[in-house]
T-cell receptor
């Protein structure tokens, strides 16, 4: 059962911010939102996670709506090396599993 | 470099061969995982080890046999595989199984069964 919905693909321009949406309308109170990305033929890479507050690190920002039913991953200045499949995952604090869906294929163009 | 190293990076094997995939982490993590990624499919969790004990086997055929001799090493022994087993096999580790810490993935082994 899919806990998240993401667009299958999106393009963005190099140097511009990339805003990646994710819907998780059935999220429960103890579930976190995680983002990973996978560059072609490499292992997935952890980006960021959050519960209800917005989060920022050196890679990205995560904006979670007040009702927690959706979130947006923001890559502030996309580069060509950010081209990858981005996965939005909902995970309980008691559940070690990462259930990867199809993700969003992001292509950064020069 | 994530701290999780997989070898070999590429492997071609016949259906009657026996081979092993190796994963190594020196992050001090207590949980290690094997995932399979077939072409155009999401990642599938195969096995989970916590403190060197297998805690989950997601209905994986017996031709895949994992081994965790210590908390830093994880192996996946392969024998009599089928062409449909060709995939990217990924190893991951995390601090422990229960907490919501980020998992670190290796670069994967690209396996082709001929």
């Amino acid at each position: 059962d899919a806990k998240t919905t993401q667009p299958p693909s999106m393009d963005c321009a190099e140097g511009r911010a990339a805003n990646l949406p994710c819907n998780h309308s059935t999220i429960s109170g103890n579930e976190y939102v995680y983002w990973y990305r996978q560059i072609h033929s490499q292992g997935p890479q952890y980006i960021i996670h959050g519960l209800k507050n917005n989060e920022t690190n050196e890679m990205a920002s995560l904006i979670i709506t007040e009702d927690r039913k959706s979130s947006t991953l923001i890559l502030p200045h996309a580069t060509l090396r950010d081209t990858a499949v981005y996965y939005c995952i909902v995970r309980s604090s008691n559940d070690y599993k990462l259930s990867f869906g199809a993700g969003t294929t992001v292509t950064v163009r020069a | 470099e994530t701290g999780v190293t997989q070898t070999p990076r590429h492997l071609v094997m016949g259906m009657t061969n026996k081979k092993s995939l190796k994963c190594e982490q020196h992050l001090g993590h207590n949980a290690m995982y094997w995932y399979k990624q077939s072409a155009k499919k999401p990642l599938e969790l195969m096995f989970v080890y916590s403190l060197e004990e297998r805690v989950e086997n997601n209905s994986v055929p017996s031709r895949f046999s994992p081994e965790c001799p210590n908390s830093s090493h994880l192996f996946l022994h392969l024998h009599t595989l089928q062409p449909e087993d060709s995939a990217l096999y990924l190893c991951a580790s995390s601090a422990d199984r229960a907490r919501h810490t980020e998992a670190f993935f290796g670069q994967g082994t690209r396996l082709t069964v001929v």
